[in-house]
């Protein structure tokens, strides 16, 4: 008998682990209009309730599916239907979402995000440009960052559940140091956010900007993305930032109301 391969494995279990993953998936999916119950998905897979169990954490923690807080049924979450949306685009967000950002542009002068959330991350859809002449451009089109980093980012990891705010600050630890953050800093800008209502910070790494951001909420009030707007600091001070978090309330309540048209996974 020769020496085991550990490599390989190492290599079928990662295997085994992602077809796994991608069966738990498949099954929720499949019951996605009425939610499957943590009991059936171990039935239907046939794997024991441990390692069932294990994976659905991973799934939830990655935002591949979400669980209703009351029924405790799980459906497909952001990070599903951002794929989706990737991949086949029947369902396209930017569509939706960009006459917004198109209007507060115009109607501002300044610059507008629309962050759309991808598992931990969050990751601009578009940007819309105003007349102002001083553009911020803070975030580039398809540029992903981890959540609770930008306005948008920031609002969007806020409107979330605290279980979730707490597992996403957790995969994303790491990361955070490139932004200078840590867990601590982020929890505490979460929790002003969530006093103000509202997302009100400097823009990382430029001098004297200033950017505001509303999530932007399905059926179900969770976030899948936000609207934001940057601009110099003296175009974000008293009366006209309330103006502009005007705005920003008025797009965000009439996109919540257009998805809560929509059959979104798990809504």
Known sequence: MGIPNKSASSARAGTQSIERALWILKEVGSANTTGCTMQTLVEQVGLNRNTVYRLVKCLLDQGAIQQNIRSKRLFLGPLALALGVAAQQQLDLKQIFSPAATRLADLTGDTCFIMLRSGADAVCIDRRLGSYPIKT????????RPLGIGAGSLAI??????LEINNVIRANTRALSTYGQSPATLMKSV???QKLGYVAAPVHELERVIAIGLPILDRTQNPVAALSIAAIAERMQGKRRGELLELLQTETKRLHEMLCKINLPGS
């Open 137 to 144: 451009l803070t975030v580039e089109i398809g540029m992903k």
């Open 157 to 162: 990891l806020a409107a979330m559940p605290e």
């Open 191 to 193: 929790r002003t956010t």
